[in-house]
């Protein structure tokens, strides 16, 4: 099957993307992320059984096999991938071009509700030291626009006519140039250079849109890498409980067993920051209660609500509305007294047919 006849016959194409769109969907957009939490549950239940039948493994040991994993960054390979993948199919003519696209939709606002969860209540820490993989992500979506500039190229070449390659001459018809100009690039343009041009293009456009991203984003753009370097070490170590002194073991030993201060630094342990005690004269500032203190009352970042206190704030509620039902209908019986039995327990009610 040469590329002439795929780009030429619509067919041909059909026949083309639905094999494409079946490796897409669900192989590569939906099952490897449906996947991920069932996955991750076996692996934590794994360590688990492990760490239960074996009674040499330590407290230490176990806290550490059995804590919640970082937070990576791999996810921009994952959606960078499936977004080349849905761009390649817009080379093809298909009606039901759209359902892929919407297949895609659904996969990420799928990875979008499973990366919060992961990141709120099954991640141990995460590290957003810089920029780097923001700006380097931003450098690889140039792929995607390639391949969407090459399926251009390749849907141009479908459109030719049958005396030859003047797919431009359909479009413009207002001076005799145009056709000539459309005429020399028909030449170029053939089944036989047209991978060529393809990659060409494809080689062209990543250039050109790094070039971009290099010399002309940071002119429109007010974001920077500068940090203020003013700030005293005593405001940054209020705030973030890991420093120098207490992420070093070997200066929290020699302050515990060889300075023996009266109050020696606590090593600093992920998911242990409460045990951390501030000691100024050691260089130790944090404390956790007032750290959280001034995040509630919004003096240094704004804590935001997770989903148990959404459903916290939402059960109250309906308690609340159950308790006033009560308490109205308590009030109503009281009022009114209480509505007569129809079994003919009452004097006043018709006898059974029984007592009859």
């Not at 993948?85 to 939709?105: K, M, N, Q």
């Not at 992961?118 to 995607?144: C, E, G, K, N």
Request: aromatic share 12%; net charge negative.
């Amino acid at each position: 099957m040469s590329v002439k006849s795929i780009a030429e016959n619509p067919a041909v194409q059909m026949t083309v993307y639905l094999k494409f769109a079946e490796y897409i969907f669900p192989s590569c957009l939906l099952i490897p992320f449906l996947a991920e939490p069932l996955v991750s549950q076996f692996v934590f239940l794994l360590k688990k059984w492990i760490v239960r039948s074996r009674p040499d493994v330590s407290v230490q040991q176990a806290e550490i096999q059995l804590a919640c994993p970082p937070f990576d960054l791999a996810r921009y390979g994952d959606i960078l991938i499936n977004v080349m993948l849905c761009c390649g199919t817009l080379a093809f003519t298909y009606r039901d071009l759209y359902i892929l696209w919407v297949c895609l939709f659904v996969s990420l606002v799928w990875i979008y509700c499973w990366d919060k969860y992961r990141f709120l209540r099954v991640s141990s820490r995460s590290v957003f030291v810089s920029q780097a993989l923001d700006i380097t992500a931003h450098y690889l979506s140039s792929v995607p626009c390639a391949i969407c500039a090459a399926c251009l190229v390749f849907r141009l070449y479908g459109m030719k006519d049958i005396e030859g390659n003047q797919f431009l001459s359909k479009w413009f018809h207002v001076k005799d140039w145009v056709d000539s100009e459309a005429e020399k690039v028909g030449r170029i343009v053939n089944r036989d250079t047209i991978m060529l041009v393809i990659s060409a293009v494809i080689v062209l456009h990543i250039y050109v849109h790094t070039w971009a991203l290099k010399n002309l984003v940071p002119r429109w753009t007010d974001v920077h890498d500068k940090h203020d370097e003013e700030v005293d070490y005593q405001t940054t170590s209020e705030h973030t409980p890991c420093n120098w002194f207490n992420a070093n073991p070997i200066h929290v030993l020699r302050s515990k067993y060889m300075f023996e201060h009266k109050s020696p630094v606590v090593a600093y342990v992920v998911g242990r920051e409460y045990l951390l005690q501030p000691v100024p004269e050691l260089g130790c500032y944090y404390d956790m209660a007032e750290t959280l203190l001034a995040r509630k009352q919004g003096g240094h970042d704004k804590v935001e609500e997770t989903w148990s206190d959404q459903l916290g704030l939402v059960r109250d509620s309906f308690h609340e509305v159950r308790d006033s039902f009560h308490e109205l209908k308590t009030d109503v019986l009281e009022k009114f007294g209480r509505p007569r039995s129809i079994s003919g327990n009452s004097p006043d009610s018709p006898k059974s047919v029984d007592s009859a």
